[in-house]
């Protein structure tokens, strides 16, 4: 599993792959529906990688618990609608993925957007239970090979046509 260039951002729902800088921000595409736009830099910006949730004896990072989650529904979305689920059914499911969550920093809307974005990766088949490897995150292999930026040409160089005096 990768998360490499996964972002979330505030204000707008759902994930987004990173595709490349512009001049005043970021080229994002949507993972659910491939719709690309500009996100500016002055948004708010979280890459999934650098997500964390709190736990009893630190942090555990999300691609951890999304393996978890994957090995525990074999590879399945959620049973049911993050939004809609109770409490209960969330903190229950989470408790048998990441047993030590620590209940008083960890609230149910931060496991409902965890589950919500679950559901997207899982759809899309960006988790699987492997590990991170260092290669992994250091290629960052796109699923789509026509996402990847071509090869830059030559730009010309524009000639003038000298004046002629008549």
């Known amino acids: 599993m990768n998360l490499f ?3 979330a951002i505030t204000g707008m729902p759902g994930l987004y792959k990173h595709i490349k ?6 080229i ?15 948004a708010r910006i979280s890459a ?23 090995k525990e529904l074999q590879g399945k979305p959620t049973p049911f609608n993050p939004k809609k689920a109770s409490a209960e059914e969330l903190k229950e499911l989470f408790a048998k993925v990441l047993p030590n969550y620590d209940q008083d920093r960890v609230y ?3 496991i409902k957007t965890c589950f919500a974005w ?19 995150v250091a290629n960052d292999d796109n699923k789509n090979p026509e996402d990847k930026p071509a090869e830059e040409t030559p730009k010309r160089t524009r000639t003038r046509k000298k004046k002629t005096e008549e």
């Open 108 to 110: 149910v809307s931060n």
């Open 5 to 7: 260039g996964i972002l």
């Open 48 to 70: 999934l990688e650098d997500i964390s949730m709190y736990t009893d004896d630190g942090d555990t990072r999300l691609s951890d618990i999304y393996r978890s989650l994957y």
């Open 28 to 42: 994002i595409e949507n993972i659910a529906d491939g719709k690309r736009t500009q996100v500016f830099a002055s």
């Open 118 to 136: 679950y559901n997207i990766l899982v759809e899309k088949g960006y988790i699987d239970d492997k590990e991170d490897s260092p290669e992994s």
């Open 21 to 26: 800088q512009a001049n005043n921000g970021l």
